[in-house]
C-alpha cells in the first residue's frame, strides 16, 4: 500500500513569497490533516478535511495560509506572504476514518523562510 | 482543552537497557492515546495506540505502553532498547467526535550508547 506522498520535501524562499505544498493521502482515505511542526516542537494541527469539506481550520493563519483539497482527494497547502516564523515542516497525513482512523502521515516538507 | 506534557526532552541510554518514556495528557474526557516515532528526515510512524479495552497495549519493534487513567498518563516502554531506536518520540491525544485530530507533545529525543 503506497503512504503519503508530500512534494516537494524541501523549500527555500525569501519572505514575503509564496509557496504551496501538494499531499496525495493513502487511496480511499477520507480524511485529510495538515500539520506544521516547528523545530523542536510536536506537530501542530493547521486544518483538517472530511473529503472535499473543511472539519476544522480554526489554528490555521487565515490572513496567509490557505488549503484547498479539490474532489476529495489531493489538496495543496499555501503560504501568501511567507514570513521567518512560518519556517518549519509542513505535514500532511490521512486516515481511513476520521471518528477512529489511525492518522498516516507523509514525509513532510521542510520550508525555510530567509 | 486538551494537552500533553513530555518532560524529559532528552533521553539518553545505553544500547541493551530498558527505557521509559513519560507522556501526561490533560483532559475530560477519556482520550484516546497514540505514541509516534520520527527519525530525522522522516515522517511520524504510529507506535501504538490506545482506544479501549486492556490498558496495556503492544505495538510495533517491541514497545510497549500502560494507560494508567488515575494519573493521566501514557508512558512507553521497551525492556532493551537498540542503536536504531534512537529517533524523536511523540505522544498525542485526540477523542471521540474531533474526527481524530491529534494534539501532540513536545517530544523526547532518545539517543542511544553503544
Known amino acids: 500500500e503506497a503512504g503519503v506522498a508530500q512534494s516537494p520535501r524541501y523549500k527555500i524562499i525569501e519572505k514575503r513569497q509564496s509557496v504551496a505544498f501538494w499531499c496525495n493521502p493513502i487511496?480511499?482515505?477520507?480524511?485529510l490533516y495538515w500539520y506544521q511542526q516547528i523545530l523542536g516542537q510536536g506537530p501542530k494541527l493547521l486544518i483538517q478535511?472530511?473529503?472535499?469539506?473543511?472539519?476544522?481550520d480554526s489554528q490555521l493563519p487565515k490572513d496567509r495560509f490557505s488549503a484547498e483539497r479539490l474532489k476529495g482527494v489531493d489538496s495543496t497547502l499555501k503560504i501568501q506572504p511567507a514570513k521567518l516564523e512560518d519556517s518549519a515542516v509542513y505535514l500532511c497525513a490521512s486516515s481511513l476514518d476520521g471518528g477512529y482512523g489511525v492518522a498516516f502521515f507523509g514525509q513532510g516538507t521542510r520550508l525555510t523562510v530567509v | 482543552a486538551q494537552s500533553v506534557t513530555q518532560p524529559d526532552i532528552h533521553i539518553t541510554v545505553s544500547e541493551g537497557a530498558s527505557l521509559e518514556l513519560r507522556c501526561n495528557y490533560s483532559?475530560?474526557?477519556?482520550?484516546?492515546l497514540f505514541w509516534y516515532v520520527q527519525s530525522p528526515g522522516q515522517g511520524l510512524q504510529l507506535l501504538l495506540k490506545y482506544f479501549s479495552g486492556d490498558t496495556l497495549v503492544q505495538g510495533i519493534k517491541g514497545f510497549e505502553a500502560e494507560f494508567k487513567r488515575s494519573q493521566s498518563s501514557f508512558n512507553l516502554r521497551k525492556p532493551s532498547v537498540h542503536w536504531s531506536d534512537a529517533a524523536e518520540y511523540f505522544c498525542a491525544v485526540g477523542y471521540a467526535g474531533a474526527g481524530n485530530m491529534l494534539t501532540f507533545g513536545g517530544g523526547t529525543r532518545l539517543m542511544v550508547k553503544p
Open positions: 478535511f472530511q473529503n472535499n469539506g473543511v472539519v476544522d
Open positions: 487511496s480511499g482515505h477520507a480524511t
Open positions: 483532559y475530560g474526557a477519556t482520550p484516546y
